[in-house]
């Protein structure tokens, strides 16, 4: 039987790191047709490319891998969005959107939700040992699936908070981010899309709520920065024209960046927390140390985060001829720039395909470099620090179901297990 070109494409996209390696190991730059970019896996090479947005540009950062057929994207036209995004800005216009993000998850912000996000761990945690899962106490024996009942509610919950979110909205919102990515770049039969399409419409409709509802009536939340950012006249005097709503582009570039804002903000650190886990687990004994020395948390989620990226890479298009890596580059030529393959460079890491939490931790690329960083880094970290804190603490005895496999997402965007079924 022949495989189809969304085959092979899965296949890259479960285990990307084999195709790394050869083309680390490659003179030059290797192009691979199924992503249909020229692959940067070194790490000298992914932060030379980092550093220079002027010639490498963000435009395109989000392509989808399939384009959705012409009956969903009729229904994705009855939402909200569709306009620029930080992710996929340069220069200054990347700065102005940037601004309001940076402000929302500055140190202080985050500082101010850690004690709800340890709050809310603990919380998910306690239902998870004395839920529905059949156990009795937390050492007396249970199971639970880890990425529904934990993984993929807490970053939402904890995003949502610093939005401003009604926390009865939070699973509609946190759905519709799965849908999103999901309609752009999943192959679904034509109905399916029109489903999914119809799921993202309902939460971008949501979302258009909370813009019209912060303009009238601001609050000390993101949601009310992004609006704020938006309405605001460029040349930053006065405030805005005076009117009593948004205008309807006003509400689509609100809509726009908040989609994916929420978006990174929750698929993400689920990722990351997944993976963690998964990994721990799969080293029993760096998870016992873990658990005898939990000062190694830090240093645990540097090295999780390192070993296997949540979001792997991202496209950048060439402004210019360029040469890279002694490849010669045309204007327009398309890169996946891999954040994934360069955290796996020997170059820079010894024994970089070992799992090691005692590794002393050298600053690497999970989280971006340059411009374009992840402002919500140190927020991914706090949340994966109380949860390990949570489950190293209350469940030592932690351990994969050996009746269910794990298989990754076929995704370079968020890459986390499917579902991750855990004992004790």
């Not at 995003?159 to 926390?167: H, K, T």
């Not at 809509?255 to 993400?268: D, E, F, K, R």
């Not at 140190?378 to 009746?403: I, K, N, S, W």
Request: aromatic share 6%; net charge negative.
């Amino acid at each position: 039987m022949v495989r189809q070109p969304h085959d092979r494409l899965d296949e890259l996209m479960s285990d990307p790191y084999p195709h790394y390696a050869r083309a680390r190991d490659a003179e030059g730059l290797t192009f691979v047709a199924e992503l249909d970019a020229w692959l940067v896996a070194r790490d000298a090479d992914v932060r030379e490319v980092l550093r220079r947005a002027e010639d490498f540009s963000s435009a395109g950062a989000l392509r989808p891998d399939v384009m959705p057929a012409p009956a969903a994207l009729a229904v994705l036209g009855g939402g909200f969005g569709g306009r620029p995004v930080v992710v996929g800005a340069d220069g200054t216009r990347h700065q102005e959107l940037r601004a309001p993000i940076v402000k929302g998850l500055s140190p202080a912000r985050v500082a101010a939700v850690v004690p709800y996000a340890a709050e809310r761990a603990a919380a998910l945690v306690d239902a998870i040992v004395n839920g529905d899962h059949g156990q009795v106490g937390e050492h007396k024996g249970g199971h639970v699936e880890l990425m529904s009942e934990y993984a993929r509610r807490l970053p939402g919950e904890v995003i949502g908070r610093i939005v401003g979110l009604d926390p009865a909205d939070i699973p509609a919102v946190v759905h519709g981010g799965y849908r999103a990515e999901e309609l752009l770049f999943r192959p679904l039969p034509e109905d399916e899309q029109i489903a999914v399409a119809q799921d993202v419409v309902a939460t971008q409709h949501i979302l258009d709520r909370y813009a019209r509802d912060r303009y009238a009536d601001p609050r000390e939340d993101l949601c009310t920065d992004i609006v704020t950012s938006v309405t605001a006249p460029s040349d930053g005097g006065g405030d805005g024209d005076g009117s009593a709503e948004l205008t309807l582009d006003q509400r689509h570039e609100v809509v726009s960046h908040l989609q994916n804002l929420l978006i990174a903000g929750h698929l993400t650190t689920t990722a990351l927390i997944g993976t963690t886990v998964l990994h721990l687990l799969r080293h029993p004994d760096q998870w016992e140390l873990l658990c005898a020395e939990p000062d190694r948390i830090p240093a645990a989620v540097e090295e999780a985060a390192r070993y296997d990226t949540a979001l792997q890479g991202f496209r950048r298009v060439t402004t210019r001829p360029v040469t890279l890596a002694g490849t010669e580059l045309p204007a327009g030529a398309t890169l996946f720039v891999a954040f994934g393959a360069a955290n796996r460079d020997g170059e820079r890491y010894p024994g970089p395909d070992e799992f090691d939490i005692t590794r002393t931790p050298v600053r690497h690329l999970a989280f971006g470099f340059g411009a374009h960083a992840c402002p919500g880094s140190q927020l991914a970290r706090e949340q994966l620090r109380l949860t390990l804190q949570e489950l190293t603490g209350r469940l030592p005895g932690l351990r994969l179901a050996e009746d269910h496999p794990v298989t990754m997402r076929p995704t370079m965007i968020h890459r986390s297990p499917q579902s991750l079924r855990l004992t004790w």
